[in-house]
């Protein structure tokens, strides 16, 4: 199994956060992972994104530029990436704030009204994790159980108290989810 | 954790006496991560952000020239600044380890990832005829585990370590094993193993002079030839490099760190194709791999030679290889990665026709 995938958004709405989530729990079921941000003058012009590749087997390149999966939550991000997902691969978006729907046709695209609902339950601050966990109903590559490891591993010992939070966000997510197209 | 990150808390790991560093991107973390860990509250590591990249190269030379084991790391421009400290401690024979995260030149560049300080590295940088040790790590892992191996080697050799790597590792997380923390040196350890060392004379022997100086030119032809020999030394005994998929390929990439992962994701288009695609990763770049490549040029129709440069490392490739085969280069420059899916159409267009 090798899962390969792309995040991206404006800085703010925890992107590389949610990849790194993802990679550490990658990590605790002892897979490969590799997670790669953007860095530099296009991170400080406001948009974010970060590749994480989970695998079973050794990863070749950290760089890819197509994906098996891309998480976009603003529409410069669905310009940039509807385009980089595989043929068959997995497209997942946020409405909020989308003006111009996905068009492609070999690909599943689903969407997930997380900006909407995290705002409205006052949760915003783990907003990224309703979106993982829309992603992780549609592609279970790690056990919740890593996932509760993960978020131990990458939140600071002081924000501990938050991980159940962040749980039921992943948990409202997977309920969250509606499919757009399917192949 | 991050490459560089690992790059700093391997040197803690690793008994490292001393870090001497000037902030550049992308390898800012280094001493961010040094400055955090706190070092000198627990191995007693010293970690100092100098005035400059000549101030802290100039500190390198001297607490290396104490025996201690003294670490930098820059950025190509910065790293350009410190060549002429590094011709003076290749020069004065003094071990120490130097990491430089490349990024697009010529000049202040860019400050995404490139490998076009190869010929710096390689060929020269500073003056005089001088070699560093250059290592190349390919991941997190490698940028870790090279440290520990960077010291083994400037000490035999007394000579300065250099690790290149780019933006692209130095950024990017991946899983990475760490290693039991090695005590820094004992006073008596340090005698030991840097006998030269300036750290205090006793009454048994002369005075230790660190120096790169001598008027006299039959001594310098004489000191010349002893680098020389140790060079010689370094090619026979300590060449890396790591082979995949090459005993029934026809045709190979040869690619040295950030473009040799991009080259294993090509690898794999490839064979999916049914091209049989090998590929040849320099692990050392001084002392480099020509036998390898050349016992590969004998089995092979062609190779491509991948640089996130202009094409430099191509020039060792085509000299091993002897004009034996067709062989080209595909790279991409001043802070653009090439994708596996364009640098597998170079082999197809270049190569393979």
Not at chain 2, 28 to 37: C, G, I, R
Not at chain 2, 101 to 115: E, F, K, S
Not at chain 2, 312 to 327: G, H, S, T, Y
Request: net charge negative; aromatic share 8%; charged share 25%.
């Amino acid at each position: 199994m090798t899962e390969e995938i792309i995040i991206a958004g404006f800085g703010g709405q925890g992107v590389l956060s949610m990849g790194k989530i993802l990679a550490y729990s990658g990590v605790m079921e002892d897979k490969e992972v590799c997670w790669m941000p953007s860095y530099g003058p296009e991170q400080r012009g406001g948009t974010a994104n970060v590749t994480v590749i989970v695998s079973d087997e050794r990863i070749c390149s950290p760089i890819i530029s197509k994906y098996d999966t891309a998480i976009v939550l603003n529409q410069q991000s669905l310009d940039k990436f509807e385009k980089s997902v595989k043929p068959g691969g997995l497209l997942i978006y946020d409405p909020n704030g989308i003006t111009k729907e996905p068009t492609r046709k070999d690909i599943n695209i689903y969407k997930i009204a997380a900006t909407e609902k995290a705002q409205e339950m006052g949760i915003s601050k783990v907003f990224n994790m309703v979106v993982l966990g829309g992603f992780l109903k549609l592609k279970p590559i790690v056990g919740s159980e890593f996932i509760h490891k993960g978020l131990e591993k990458s939140l600071p010992e002081r924000h501990h108290n938050l991980i159940p939070q962040n749980e039921e966000a992943i948990e409202l997510g997977k309920g969250l989810i509606e499919a757009v197209q399917v192949l | 954790m991050k490459g560089n990150e690992a790059i700093a808390r391997a040197m803690i790991a690793s008994g490292t006496d001393g870090y001497f560093g000037y902030p550049i991107t992308p390898q800012s973390e280094v001493m961010e991560t040094l400055m955090a860990e706190k070092p000198w509250e627990t191995t007693g590591m010293v970690v100092l952000q100098a005035e400059s990249e000549l101030a802290s190269i100039n500190m390198v030379y001297g607490g290396a020239a104490t025996g201690k084991k003294v670490a930098t790391s820059s950025s190509s421009p910065g790293i350009s600044l410190m060549c002429e400290g590094l011709t003076y401690i290749a020069g004065a024979e003094i071990p120490c380890v130097v990491m430089n995260a490349m990024r697009g030149g010529p000049g202040l560049g860019t400050i995404q990832p490139a490998q076009s300080d190869y010929f710096q590295s390689t060929k020269g940088g500073g003056h005089g005829d001088y070699q560093l040790y250059v290592m190349a790590p390919a991941s997190v892992q490698e940028m870790y585990d090279f440290v520990f191996d960077a010291w083994d080697i400037a000490f035999k050799y007394r000579n300065p370590v250099l690790i290149l790597t780019d933006g692209a590792i130095g950024q990017c997380m991946e899983k990475c094993y760490t290693r039991d923390y090695i005590p820094r040196w004992t006073e008596e350890e340090r005698r030991q193993h840097a006998p030269w060392g300036c750290w205090g004379k006793p009454a048994t022997r002369d005075h230790n002079i660190i120096t790169s100086l001598e008027l006299e030119s039959s001594r310098q032809e004489v000191f010349n030839q002893k680098l020389q020999k140790k060079y010689a030394q370094m090619k026979e005994e300590d060449v890396r490099y790591e082979m995949l998929n090459c005993e029934d390929a026809d045709y190979v990439f040869v690619a040295y760190g950030t473009s040799s992962r991009i080259c294993m994701k090509s690898m794999e288009l490839a064979r999916a194709k049914g091209l049989k695609v090998g590929l040849l990763r320099p692990i050392t770049l001084f002392p480099f791999p020509t036998k390898q490549v050349a016992e590969l040029a004998k089995k092979v129709k062609g190779m491509l030679c991948v640089e996130m440069s202009a094409g430099q490392m191509i020039e060792d490739v085509k000299l091993a290889a002897n004009c034996q085969i067709p062989i080209e280069h595909y790279g991409r420059f001043g802070g653009i990665i090439p994708t596996p899916e364009e640098v597998l159409e170079a082999l197809e267009e270049k190569i393979i026709k």
